[in-house]
């Protein structure tokens, strides 16, 4: 009796083992959760079972290496490119592609600001007016508002000199909030954002402009302005976003896997779609369900290895 109870709960076992969802990373801004909805449908409509792995994007690499997630939609140059070469050198991932958009992350004001401090977008106005950024508590020193994803704020500060203090919030809403505030009483403020996204519809601004990128700037103390350190520029101003898997997934879904590389998204679809959850107040769910109903020839002609 026990022991066919035993079998009966390991042949439950195998049978649930070779039957796993594909398991797509759900992080924490829009166009990702929309982008996870859409592709999570997709797979559905095929006949696959999914399942939405939340997590920040500093702890997916850990669950990509440890086979605990398949997908991830949207990488982000600006935010993610070491991460995700190093994933690549060890072969734990594979590139399915750039979406045909270009992307941006990076210090970000409301055009109003200008008024406040003149020289910008140039990243030298900043020395001369940071206190008009500053913040009860931060001592006279400018306030930068970052978001959850961005690479060593702080190591930019120290490299450029720059009097400002970095103030870390948890989420998109939260960046939106402190916005939409700043923005009600015109007061000046200097923030993580990026394009494509739907904010810049609403609240004009502008990114500031740091030196150019290069991989030196990471790499080599002696490359830019600063001899002595590195991280003295500014985030790439034509990045790319990628859809990546993981290598067992690859493997064992190669018709998944060449209709995501097809997968693609222009960058005024990506505004809308995420306009649509942040300005409508529509669930991702259901900005993806429509996305589905109104471009099946377009997703079915870029799975169409997988329909049979
Ligand atoms: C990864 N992100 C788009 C939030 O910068």
């Known amino acids: 009796m026990v022991t066919s109870i035993g079998l009966w709960v390991l042949s439950l ?16 801004w829009t166009s990702q959760q929309v982008l996870s909805h859409i592709v999570a449908n997709i797979f559905t409509e095929l006949g696959y079972q999914t399942e939405f792995i939340e997590a920040k994007t500093e702890g997916q690499w850990f669950l990509l290496k440890a086979g605990m997630a398949d997908v991830q939609v ?31 992350e990076d210090w970000w004001y409301p055009l109003y600001v200008k008024q406040h401090c003149p020289g910008l977008p140039h990243w030298q ?28 704020d702080r190591a930019r500060i120290r490299a450029l000199q720059l009097p400002f203090v970095v103030e870390q919030v948890e989420s998109g809403e939260a960046l939106w909030k402190k916005l939409a505030i700043a923005h009600k009483i015109k007061q000046p403020i200097l923030m993580f954002n990026w394009t494509p996204n739907w904010v810049g519809a609403v609240y004009p601004g502008e990114f500031v402009e740091f030196p150019d990128f290069d991989v030196r700037c990471e790499t080599e103390p002696g490359w830019g302005v600063n001899p002595k350190f590195l991280f003295d520029c500014g985030n ?8 990546i898997v993981s290598t067992e997934f ?8 060449k209709g995501l590389r097809q997968f693609d998204m222009n960058s005024t679809t990506l505004e809308q779609l995420a306009a649509m959850v942040n300005l409508e107040n529509f669930t991702p769910a259901l900005v993806a369900k429509h996305w589905l109903e109104n471009n099946q020839a377009t997703w079915r002609k870029w799975f169409v290895a997988c329909i049979n």
């Open 250 to 257: 690859f493997d064992q879904h190669p018709c998944l896997a």
């Open 74 to 104: 949207e990488v982000w140059e600006g935010t993610m490119a070491d991460k995700y070469a190093q994933l690549m050198q060890s072969q734990v991932i594979v590139d399915l592609g750039d979406y045909s958009l270009k992307t941006r």
């Open 236 to 243: 790439p101003k034509s990045g790319w976003l990628k859809k």
């Open 125 to 152: 106005a900043l020395l001369q007016c940071a206190e008009v950024f500053a913040r009860p508590g931060s001592q006279g020193k400018g306030v930068y508002i970052a978001g959850p994803w961005e690479k060593p």
């Open 13 to 28: 076992q195998l049978n649930i083992s070779t039957t796993q969802p594909v398991q797509l990373l759900y992080n924490d």
